[in-house]
């Protein structure tokens, strides 16, 4: 069972956030924080899986809480930052902290477990509209050379629609497949390319010239 703690400071997001995972089998809520301090209380007490947190939150903040749970080896649990603020400072900040997501409130309910998902399987999800503009910078002074692996045109496809910062359900939908097909894309895309994640293989498409601006 996956246990989750929820810190926001709006009664209407946690319930949001709660009815989402509610629909998920082996998902619990098992505590919810409207102020950073509670949120910290909390998962030392509880030990929960995830905790989903906010940034600005009265008390100490979801940056602070992040680096806190991460600096204390004791405690098992994976920080996914879940907010309306995407300022660049902010995702470098959580990540190099080790929060393991930095999403939007405003991103699609299924990233959200997508996002808890890789939490858990010790890998890092970013939303889509953060990830998009973080490395489309990647592109700014570099020539662009065509893609070495050997890709299939589906596999093409379907990284650059990923880098496009497209979910597995969008890019189905672009594509007419499946999320199940796109995820074993997805899967064999990460082989050729030595390992990477979702973040990586998208930064992968972006320096590579698959996608340009």
Known sequence: MTTVVIADDHEMIRHGFRMVLA??????????????DSAWALVRRLRPTILLADIRMPGIDGLELTRRIVATPSLPTKVVV?????????????????????????????????????????????????????????T????????????????????????????NEQIGAELFISAGTVKTHVTHLSTKLGGLNRVGIAAWAWESGLVTR
């Open 140 to 167: 700014t002074g570099r020539a662009t050379r065509s893609p070495e692996p050997p890709l299939t045109e589906r596999e093409r496809d379907v990284a650059r629609l990923l880098a496009r910062g497209l979910s």
């Open 82 to 138: 879940v907010t309306t603020f995407h300022d660049d400072e902010y995702v470098t900040r959580a990540l190099r902290d080790g929060a393991s997501g930095f999403l939007l409130k405003a991103s699609a309910p299924g990233l959200l477990v997508e996002a808890v998902r890789a939490a858990l399987a010790g890998t890092t999800l970013i939303s889509p509209e953060v990830t998009v503009r973080l490395l489309a910078g990647l």
């Open 23 to 36: 629909a998920q089998r082996g998902y619990h809520v098992v505590g919810e924080a409207a102020d950073g």
